[in-house]
């Protein structure tokens, strides 16, 4: 199964922040065993690329790089382990490196402009950040007419109250979201209580 087919089977992408390099297998742990075995581990720490490559040691888990917005970090990426790439917005140098080293890549996309980039590039699925700030459904609807062949990973104000809604939408492949692994809980080591939120989103996306 490719990364595009895993996406759109398991229909989140739990979206992670991580400070500390010794919670990311725990982490890992907590989502597979919520039933959810991927995420998105953003690169907005120092702790970003020891943590995937810690995660991306263990067998079941499928870990991503996210907030990739510097060639630099996709590089590092790269050799973290990083099974797939999302960048917050289109950066051509970026795209282009993932392309080239075969790694799968959502750039970030919510202008008519920014779409016919990616196009160009011969990729076919967007992240839509941040999704409800830029008109969520409403917005995503419209770009669908004029791109028919473009789908969409919104993330950004997606949550237990909205996702159906989202994922209702033939436009959406999954969704990002981060209300099962919050900062909070990945910092106080509630894993359980990860696992649980977890669990419950799998159910509620079924």
Known sequence: MNINELVSKLKIVPVVKLDNVEDAVPLANALIAGGLPIAEVTFRTAAAYESIKAMSKIPEMTVGAGTVITLEQAKQAKEAGAKFIVSPGFDKEVVDFAI???????????????IMQVLKC???????????NYGGLKTISALGGPFVDVKFMPTGGIGPNN??????????????????????LITAHKFDEIAKLTAEAVALVK
Request: aromatic letters at 10%; a neutral charge.
């Open 100 to 114: 080239a080293n075969d790694i799968p890549i959502f750039p970030g996309a919510c202008t008519p402009s920014e």
């Open 122 to 132: 011969g990729l076919k699925v967007v992240k839509f950040f941040p999704a409800e």
């Open 163 to 184: 996702i159906k809604e989202y994922l209702a939408n033939p436009k959406i492949v999954a969704c990002g979201g981060s209300w099962m692994v919050k900062d909070t």
